[in-house]
T-cell receptor
């Protein structure tokens, strides 16, 4: 248990569906992140929030829409996804954005787009 | 873009030592992290280096040479539970973390 939870753990959705991924951290951290992990590829940073404000959008397609209502919760809204979006989506949090702060990862949501 | 290279796979025997190398070329440098990820689980933090030299934490040590753009993770007295993927990650001048593809270590009895 890292103090970061994600739901659902597994999700299968069609290309026309709309779904949301949820992340919650119980560590009192101020920064939260979304990453995509595809097989045999490096983790790709998608979005960064610091004190609820988005500080990074790493050229992510608009079919992925993040939401951060407070420092403890982060959502990723999905709509009209493509099969190549199938991957493990990891949420992480850190105390801040400074260089020495390690990130704590959630267990991920395994997404399959059919 | 950022470039972080590490070997894809390594195999070692229980009780042995394994060294996982990581080389990087990034825009600026604000620290290097090593994470461990067991199959189907979240990555967990192992070590952090920002200055040159060796950081030791029990059976795990991490080394950094900023001038060479090089780090290694040393795993000593290998145990079966050390079978996992090990991720090298570098924080750049914008404080963004870029990851290597990971090194899968298999420990044999």
């Amino acid at each position: 248990e890292t103090g970061v939870t994600q739901t659902p753990r597994h999700l299968v959705m069609g290309m026309t569906n709309k779904k949301s991924l949820k992340c919650e951290q119980h560590l009192g951290h101020n920064a939260m992140y979304w990453y995509k992990q595809s097989a045999k590829k490096p983790l790709e940073l998608m979005f960064v929030y610091n004190f609820k404000e988005q500080t990074e959008n790493n050229s992510v397609p608009s079919r992925f829409s993040p939401e951060c209502p407070n420092s403890s919760h982060l959502f990723l809204h999905l709509h009209t996804l493509q099969p190549e979006d199938s991957a493990l989506y990891l949420c992480a949090s850190s105390q801040g954005l400074a260089e020495s702060y390690e990130q704590y990862f959630g267990p991920g949501t395994r997404l399959t787009v059919t | 873009g950022q470039n972080i290279d590490q070997p894809t796979e390594m195999t070692a025997t229980e009780g042995a030592i394994v060294q996982i190398n990581c080389t990087y070329q990034t825009s600026g440098f604000n620290g290097l992290f090593w994470y461990q990820q067991h199959a189907g689980e979240a990555p967990t933090f192992l070590s952090y280096n920002v200055l040159d030299g060796l950081e030791e934490k029990g059976r795990f040590s991490s080394f950094l040479s900023r001038s060479k753009g090089y780090s290694y993770l040393l795993l000593k007295e290998l145990q079966m539970k050390d079978s996992a993927s090990y991720l090298c990650a570098v924080r750049d001048e914008d404080y963004k973390l870029s990851f290597g593809a990971g090194t899968t270590v298999t420990v044999r009895a």
